[in-house]
């Protein structure tokens, strides 16, 4: 599915080349722009051509966006464990935080 989403942002984008000449930031943000319309092909060529007028691609690489993933990314495992001892360590706290309560009511009574 296309989104389609972009068009009008490509569009001034594509104007700004063509006045402008060859500047590798707009054929990047292009590029993107491309990429967030699913597009794949289309940004790939923005990305190669910034790259041959002088994006340095080790500061801004490829992977960044053209990565499938980046767009609908899941939860890696080592995220899941962390957000699952994260939320073990919340549940122990409110338990010692609920008995010292009720130690301290108990204590009045």
Excluded at 9 to 35: A, H, M, P, T
Excluded at 54 to 66: A, D, M, Q, R
Excluded at 80 to 99: D, G, P, T, Y
């Amino acid at each position: 599915m296309k989104y389609k989403k972009y068009n009008e942002e490509i569009n001034k984008l594509s104007n700004e080349i063509s006045q402008k000449g060859d500047i590798w930031e707009l054929y990047y943000q292009r590029g993107y722009l491309y990429f967030l319309n699913d597009e794949d092909e289309k940004a790939k060529d923005d990305y190669k051509h910034a790259v041959s007028l002088g994006l340095n691609f080790i500061e801004i690489p490829y992977y960044t966006f053209s990565n499938s993933n980046s767009k609908r990314r899941d939860f890696l495992l080592p995220e899941k464990i962390m957000v699952f001892l994260v939320l073990l360590m919340v549940l122990v706290a409110i338990f010692f935080q609920s008995a010292s309560f009720i130690a301290k009511i108990k204590g009045v009574l």
